[in-house]
């Protein structure tokens, strides 16, 4: 089912029209109401007039997670606080956190585009929904919410944790679709089996994952071990949330609600606007929101565009699931790593905030890649094949995820280096030749 | 019967068991009884001590990675066989040990053995029906 089928399936010309209008009067909105990007827009020389057509976009400056971070936390709000709705933030891992506000049309419009994405992924009012994406300040578990409750399925705001109820309720309750991070769909299918769950007995169908990138190996994985199909999500707060964009029953790429989001690819090294079709830095610009309009925001995702029309219909502009950010790649043995897929795996294993440190390095021709994680109290056995069993089940996950293999040590607390700012996750020896170890202990 | 033991986690490194110990010298804490576990990596040191809960703190103060476990002290014949023949009546009764580690009392001819099993309470109740007899805590953790 099409959720909105007159601007899901809006023709190229018309949509294309649509944004022109939209994103004109937002630049105008910004420049009026948002003394931060009047004085960039007037450093770079630009006035919202000058946009005469879309292109004119790339003429205007970008948005860096910095320029939100410096504008804590309402500094670059439209609105008076006293129309803002709802406040949603980043965790901030490094530094202070992000902060983005919702108005009531905002909500609106956010349960608009979560209700297109589960309906991409085969969603309807006869769904029943469990939601298992953290609550709270994480856009997560409620943009699923209003989403699913828009198009009137019902929803199970069960939030993340508690995995062998999460298990219970999808036998009691009949669920047909999930939504949470990739990983955590692992954690659950585990949990399935601990419990020796009929998958035949079930109703899963369908479950829409993202906010966090993942393979198609782990979407693999994941389909055989849950028994349903798994659909990749994407969104990221500072756009709204998830809902900018999401897979149809083709999963020919992810369909952007670009009638509201519009997405340019530039040159992650220069900020040039790459032609379609070509892989580069994804770039938002918001064009309907009224508290927090994001004008062309580089989100670090590696990814790529093109305007041709789906074979499902929809004629929205579609991206390629990312393969990668700008930032904290690593390419081991030829494959793409990403600091947080390990995390990922190892949060699942601890079940809290795990302490590890990424060391890549050569061994002759050989990239080998370590993973030094912290023995803290949780996960400490005193029995040495408990602990040896932990090494080879971190070892197998992070095989099965990454693809690739990896040597994992267990260590001491407090061996990994802690900083004031992000903590260090990765050390490349491989670019240092020879240099000290920055991460490591020094006893 | 059973006996409180101290297990600590620890990288193979030079080093590392001078550390430790000297922090639970530096506490006042006496060592009654001390195993090692090691793999290439990593090692686990168990002890027996007189203070348990003093050393404890003192370790999780420094940031190491403890963890209190339960265990049984049997009390055996310092003769040849002796071991074996605990043994076996274990192995018989199908009881699994986890590890075990001994040692000798200083005044009376016996020996004393550690024992980590899956169920302590099957393994007091087996044991006991043999005639052997498991120390009380407060009798080795002040010997």
Request: glycine share 8%; proline share 4%.
């Amino acid at each position: 089912m099409i959720w909105n089928q007159e601007m899901e399936c809006l023709p190229r010309e018309e949509r294309r029209a649509l944004q022109l209008y939209r994103l004109r009067r937002t630049l105008r909105r910004v420049y009026e109401t948002i003394p931060a990007y009047r004085r960039k827009f007037d450093e770079a020389g630009v006035k919202p007039d000058d946009l005469k057509h879309l292109e004119d976009l790339q003429k205007f400056p970008f948005t860096s997670k910095d320029d939100l971070r410096d504008n804590y936390p309402f500094g670059l709000f439209a609105v008076p606080l006293k129309d803002v709705v709802r406040i949603h933030s980043s965790s901030g891992t490094t530094g202070k956190p992000v902060v983005v506000g919702y108005t009531r049309e905002d909500v609106d419009l956010w349960a608009e585009t979560i209700a297109r994405t589960i309906c991409c992924a085969g969603g309807g009012p006869d769904d029943i929904i469990q939601v298992a994406y953290g609550y709270g300040l994480f856009t997560g578990g409620l943009g699923l919410h209003y989403g699913a409750e828009k198009i009137g399925a019902t929803v199970i705001p069960i939030s993340g944790g508690n995995t062998k109820r999460q298990v219970m309720l999808f036998e009691d309750f009949g669920v047909t679709m999930l939504a949470c991070t990739p990983s955590y769909s692992l954690c659950i299918a585990e949990m399935m089996d601990e419990m020796k769950v009929d998958r035949s007995k079930l109703k899963l169908k369908a479950g829409v994952f993202g906010a966090e990138p993942w393979s198609n190996s782990m979407r693999n994985e994941i389909e055989e071990r849950m028994g349903l199909k798994a659909y990749d999500i994407y969104g990221l707060s500072e756009i709204i949330g998830p809902g900018v964009s999401s897979e149809c029953e083709y999963q020919d790429g992810l369909h952007i609600c670009d009638d509201h989001f519009i997405p340019e690819i530039v040159n992650p090294d220069t900020g040039e606007v790459l032609p379609e079709g070509e892989k580069g830095e994804l770039v938002f610009t918001c064009i309907t929101k009224q508290a927090f309009p994001t004008i062309r925001f580089r989100t670090r995702d590696i990814s790529r565009l093109t305007t041709e029309p789906c074979r499902c219909g929809r004629t929205a502009t579609r991206m390629e699931r990312t393969s990668g950010r700008t930032d904290d790649m690593l390419i081991i043995r030829g494959v793409n790593v990403f600091p947080s897929q390990i995390e990922s795996v190892l949060m699942e294993i601890e079940e809290t905030e795990p302490h590890y440190l990424i060391v890549v390095d050569k061994r002759g021709s050989m990239d080998e890649l370590e993973i030094r994680v912290e023995v803290r109290e949780q996960i400490f056995s005193d029995e040495v094949r408990k602990l040896e069993e932990l090494q080879h089940k971190i070892r197998k996950e992070i095989e099965s995820v990454l693809g690739i293999s990896a040597v994992v040590r267990l260590v001491e607390p407090k061996t990994i280096e802690r900083s004031m700012g992000k903590a260090k996750r990765v050390v490349d020896r491989r670019t240092l030749e020879n240099g000290p170890e920055t991460g490591g202990k020094v006893s | 019967m059973k006996l409180r033991q101290i297990s600590i986690f620890l990288e193979n490194q030079a080093g590392r068991m001078a550390e430790v110990t000297g922090i639970l010298g530096r506490a006042g804490v006496n060592i009654r009884a001390i195993a090692l576990a090691d793999t290439a990596d990593f090692g686990i040191i168990r002890l027996i001590v007189d203070k348990t809960d003093k050393a404890l703190e003192v370790l999780k103060n420094e940031g190491i990675t403890v963890k209190e476990t339960q265990v049984v002290a049997v009390e055996i014949p310092d003769r040849p066989g002796a071991l074996a023949a605990i043994l076996n009546i274990l192995g018989k009764a199908g009881i699994n040990v986890e590890y075990l580690y001994g040692f000798l009392d200083r005044v009376e001819d016996r020996a004393i053995m550690v024992f980590r099993f899956e169920d302590p309470d099957q393994a007091l109740g087996i044991l006991t029906k043999e005639g052997y007899q498991a120390l009380n805590g407060s009798r080795v953790h002040s010997m």
